[in-house]
C-alpha cells in the first residue's frame, strides 16, 4: 500500500535540511514560510532566512527566494527573485520527508545553474563523481541521477515544466495577493513593484480579455491636410501595439477614418467640388501618412460611408433601449435617462437639458444624404465610433481607447453613455489622452498661420519627440527643441551605421530588450529612450557587441525613415568608409578628408 507523505501547513514557518547519502546533515535553512502545499507540488518563501552551513559559511537569504519540491520528482529548486531575471538553482534530490517541521531530502551533489542571460550549466561534477564512488552510490542511483538531469535539459530546451515563465509568475502572483504584508518591508517595495511590473504579474491597466487586448484610437475628419497633431495619437498607440506584439500579446486595434462631417461639406462647397472628392483626397493623404509612419499595427481600419448598416444597426439598438429622443431634427440621446453621464469627467448634473443631449442621428438638407427609418441625413459624429467600437468588438468592454485630449469631453464621453445605454457597463475602463501640440506655446492654428503639416515634418524628429514626452502631457514645439532631437537623431545613426559595420546587425530579443520594451506597455515612453541612451553609454565605454545588437535591435523597434536610406545605401557607405580608414593608415589625408566629409554629410560617423 502506497504511503502518503506528510505534508507542511500553509501559512506557517518550517525548516529545511539537506543531507548527503550518508546521512550527514551539510545545511539547513530556517525559517521558510510554507505558500502552498498539496501532492503535486510544495512552495516554499524564504527572506531573511538564517542558512546552516557545516562545509562552508553561514549567511542570510538577503534576497527573496522561492523554493519548491515537487513530491514525485528527484529534484528541488530554489528561485531568486531579481526584477531584470530570476536565478534559478536546481539541486539533484531524494523527495522530501517532512517530519519535526523540517522538509529534509538527502542531496546528490549535481546541480543545475540557470541565469536570465546565458545558458543554464550543470555544476559539482567533480563531487559527484568523487562521492559516487566515496558514499558507493547505488547503480540504480546514478541512473536516476542521470535520468533527472536529462528530464530537465529536455525541459530547459523546450522552456516547459520549471522553466517555463508562467511557472514561476504564478507563484509569484499567489505571493503578492496572498502575503503582501511579506513585502512591505521598505527594502522590497521597489523590488516588487518592479518584479510584477517586468514580469507582468500585475498589469498596469487591467485587461478583461486575456487572449486578445481590444483596442480602438479615434481618426482624423478628412476635409483637410493631415497636421501633426492627428499623428500623435495614432503613432503613440502604434508604439503600445507594436510592443504587445513583440511581447506575443495578441492584439485587435480599430482605427476609423470620418468622411462624413459638416466640415467636409464646407470644404466641398469652398472648392466647388464634392464631399466625396474631399473626403478621398485627404483620406489618402492620411494613408499616405500611416505608411510612412510605418504604422503597420492597426488590424482594421474604417470609414463611415462603408459601414452605415453598422451605424444604423446600432442606433436600432440605441432606440431599443428606450433611451432616445426623436423631434424634428433627428433622433438624440437622452442623457437624463443614462445613470453615469459625465462622471467621469466631473461634469455630471443633478438634471440636464435639451442642450446637454446630442443628435445620434440628424437630418440635413446640406451635401449627401443618407437614409435612416425615412429620415434623411447622416449619423451623428459621437455615434459612429461608438458603433464601431459595438460591432467590431462584439459589444464587449474594450481595454484601450485613445484618442487626442481635446475628445475627452463631449466626444468620448458622448461614446460612453451610449455604450452604457445599450451594456449598461462603460465603454472602456482605460482612456488613453494624448495632449495638444503647440508651437512656441501657442495652439496650432490657420488663423494664426503656424500649422505644421504632417507631410512637412521630419517623421523621425517626431518619433523621437512622441518617446520622449509624457503622453497626456502637451508638447512645445520650438525651434531648440527639434534641434535637440535632431542632435540624438545623428547619434543614433551613427550607433545604427557601427552596427552595420560590426555585423552587429541582427535582432536580438534577451531580457534587456524585453524589459526597455515593456516600458511601452505601461505608458513610459521617456525610460524607453533614457534606457537606450544608457546602452549607448555602455557600448561606448566597453565596445560590447552584445549591448550593440540590443541597440540595434530597438531601433528597428521604433522604425526610423533614416534604416532604410542607410540600408538601401550601404554598400556605397561601407566602400566608401573602408577606402577613408585605407586612406588614414597611409596618411593620405587629403583624401580621406574628402571622404570623411562624405560619410559626416550621411551622419553615420
Not at 540504480?140 to 535520468?147: D, P
Not at 484610437?217 to 492627428?230: A, E, F, L, M, S
Not at 537606450?532 to 530597438?554: G, P, S, W
Amino acid at each position: 500500500m502506497k504511503i502518503t507523505p506528510k505534508l507542511p501547513k500553509p501559512n506557517t514557518y518550517i525548516d529545511i535540511q539537506a543531507y548527503k547519502y550518508d546521512g550527514t546533515l551539510y545545511r539547513q535553512w530556517n525559517k521558510a514560510l510554507v505558500l502552498n502545499s498539496d501532492s503535486k507540488l510544495i512552495t516554499l518563501f524564504l527572506y531573511k532566512s538564517k542558512v546552516v552551513s557545516l562545509s562552508d559559511r553561514n549567511y542570510v537569504v538577503s534576497e527573496p527566494q522561492v523554493m519548491v519540491f515537487f513530491p514525485e520528482k528527484n529534484y528541488n529548486a530554489f528561485f531568486t527573485l531579481r526584477p531584470d531575471g530570476n536565478f534559478l538553482y536546481i539541486n539533484i534530490a531524494s523527495s522530501y520527508l517532512f517530519e519535526d517541521n523540517t522538509m529534509k531530502y538527502i542531496d546528490y551533489d549535481l546541480d543545475i545553474k540557470d541565469y536570465p542571460d546565458r545558458d543554464f550549466e550543470i555544476v559539482d561534477t567533480k563531487e559527484f563523481q568523487t562521492n559516487r564512488i566515496k558514499l558507493k552510490y547505488p547503480d540504480e542511483l546514478s541512473k536516476m541521477i542521470i535520468h533527472s538531469i536529462e528530464e530537465l535539459t529536455d525541459q530547459k530546451q523546450k522552456r516547459s515544466g520549471i522553466f517555463k515563465p508562467e511557472f514561476i509568475n504564478s507563484i509569484v502572483e499567489d505571493l503578492v495577493k496572498r502575503y503582501l504584508l511579506i513585502f512591505k518591508e521598505k527594502r522590497l517595495k521597489d523590488f516588487v513593484k518592479k518584479y510584477t511590473r517586468n514580469n507582468n504579474i500585475e498589469p498596469v491597466h487591467k485587461i478583461r480579455n486575456k487572449n486578445s487586448v481590444k483596442i480602438y484610437v479615434c481618426g482624423p475628419t478628412v476635409y483637410d491636410k493631415p497636421h501633426i497633431g492627428n499623428m500623435r495619437p495614432i503613432l503613440t498607440m502604434h508604439y503600445f501595439v507594436k510592443a504587445l506584439n513583440l511581447l506575443k500579446k495578441p492584439t485587435y486595434f480599430v482605427h476609423n477614418i470620418t468622411d462624413i462631417d459638416d466640415k467636409i461639406i464646407a470644404k466641398a462647397i469652398e472648392q466647388k467640388t464634392t464631399e466625396d472628392k474631399v473626403s478621398e483626397k485627404y483620406s489618402k493623404e492620411y494613408i499616405s501618412l500611416l505608411k510612412k509612419y510605418q504604422i503597420n499595427t492597426i488590424s482594421k481600419l474604417v470609414y463611415v460611408t462603408k459601414n452605415l448598416p453598422k451605424i444604423n444597426s446600432y442606433i436600432h439598438k440605441l432606440i431599443k433601449s428606450g433611451k432616445t429622443l426623436e423631434n424634428e431634427r433627428g433622433i438624440i440621446l437622452d442623457v437624463n435617462k443614462v445613470t453615469n453621464y459625465a462622471k467621469r469627467v466631473n461634469r455630471n448634473k443633478p438634471k440636464y437639458t435639451n442642450e446637454d443631449n446630442f443628435y445620434i442621428w440628424k437630418k440635413t438638407d446640406e451635401g449627401k444624404q443618407y437614409n435612416f427609418n425615412g429620415i434623411d441625413g447622416r449619423p451623428g459624429w459621437h455615434t459612429e465610433c461608438a458603433a464601431f467600437i459595438n460591432d467590431f468588438f462584439g459589444g464587449q468592454k474594450i481595454d484601450y481607447h485613445g484618442g487626442g485630449v481635446d475628445l475627452n469631453f463631449p466626444h468620448h464621453e458622448n461614446e460612453n453613455a451610449q455604450h452604457y445605454a445599450i451594456h449598461n457597463e462603460n465603454i472602456t475602463d482605460n482612456w488613453i489622452h494624448t495632449g495638444q501640440i503647440f508651437w512656441n506655446n501657442e495652439k496650432m492654428s490657420k488663423s494664426l498661420g503656424n500649422v505644421i503639416n504632417a507631410d512637412e515634418f521630419n517623421e523621425d524628429i517626431f518619433r523621437l519627440i512622441i518617446l520622449s514626452s509624457n503622453i497626456s502631457s502637451p508638447i512645445n514645439l520650438t525651434t531648440v527643441l527639434i534641434n535637440q532631437q535632431e542632435t540624438i537623431l545623428n547619434k543614433y545613426k551613427k550607433i545604427y551605421f557601427q552596427a552595420l559595420l560590426t555585423n552587429s546587425s541582427c535582432n536580438l530579443l534577451d531580457e534587456n530588450v524585453i524589459d526597455t520594451v515593456k516600458l511601452i506597455t505601461e505608458f513610459q515612453y521617456g525610460k524607453f529612450l533614457t534606457s537606450i541612451e544608457k546602452m549607448i553609454k555602455a557600448f561606448n565605454k566597453y565596445n560590447d557587441l552584445i549591448v550593440l545588437q540590443r541597440i540595434y535591435t530597438l531601433m528597428n523597434f521604433i522604425q526610423f525613415s533614416f534604416i532604410k536610406e542607410i540600408n538601401d545605401n550601404k554598400d556605397l557607405l561601407f566602400k566608401t568608409y573602408v577606402q577613408w580608414q585605407n586612406y588614414l593608415k597611409t596618411d593620405n589625408f587629403i583624401e580621406a578628408d574628402k571622404l570623411r566629409d562624405v560619410l559626416m554629410k550621411w551622419n553615420v560617423i
